[in-house]
């Protein structure tokens, strides 16, 4: 079975300052990889995928993240953190399974708090 | 992309009663899912509700608790019964996207059971 593993439960950032939250999945194979921010009282958004091809992929509002193998690891990153980037940031893997299922597993979460 | 919307948005409820949280989507799509999401926590799947066939319930969900019905490509309902206080909760419905693996979500239904 897959799981996901988000190892900071909360992150604190200067705005402006630079920003990595970190993801590890457990997998067989490559899975589909996702990054989602929850922003207070919304929905979940998708900020970037990968599926498989070039490592480094880039997403909306500045977000990029890569894809290492080697580390079953795929971090999400920022270079500036602006304010509104505050929000819960969830990882997620997805893996096909018997019979053209699709089973989805989030992380639980890392909550990003930007400091003015 | 799919535009998803709940209702209720959000609802207090007895313990002991049922609440029926409808999900509609603006267009056909294949897999549905319904999560539940406590206070700063993680999504955790209820089930998994394809067109035409039986919902799939992850360990810890009974049908008899949480009836879904899907009747058509667009629209699917979950069923929190007899409800007691540990059922509150956000709860979300979710979509796979057409073209690849890519999830949408609703924006939730916050339920309270007093």
């Known amino acids: 079975a897959q799981s996901v593993t988000q190892p900071d439960i909360h992150i604190t950032v200067s705005e402006g300052a630079s920003l990595e939250l970190r993801c590890n999945y457990s997998y067989g194979a490559t899975p589909y990889l996702f990054w989602y921010v929850q922003s207070p009282g919304q929905g979940l958004q998708l900020l970037l995928k990968y599926f498989s091809g070039d490592t480094l992929v880039q997403g909306i509002k500045g977000f990029e993240a890569e894809f290492k193998r080697s580390q079953s690891s795929f971090n999400l990153r920022k270079p500036s953190v602006h304010w509104s980037d505050a929000a819960e940031y969830f990882c997620a893997v997805g893996a096909s399974a018997s019979g053209g299922s699709y089973i989805p597993t989030f992380g639980r979460g890392t909550s990003l708090i930007v400091h003015p | 992309s799919a535009v998803i919307s709940q209702k209720p948005s959000r609802d207090i409820c007895q313990r002991g009663t049922s609440l029926t949280i409808q999900c509609q989507v603006d267009s056909q799509v294949t897999m549905m899912f319904w999560y539940r999401q406590q206070p700063r926590q993680s999504l955790t799947l209820i089930a998994t509700a394809n067109q035409g066939s039986e919902a799939t319930y992850e360990s810890g969900f009974v049908i008899d608790k949480f009836p879904i019905s899907r009747p058509n490509l667009t629209f699917s309902t979950l069923t929190v019964s007899n409800m007691s206080p540990e059922d509150s909760s956000i709860y979300l419905c979710?979509?796979?996207?057409?073209?690849?693996?890519?999830?949408?979500f609703g924006p939730g239904t916050r339920l309270t059971v007093t």
């Open positions: 979710s979509v796979l996207g057409t073209s690849s693996y890519e999830q949408y």
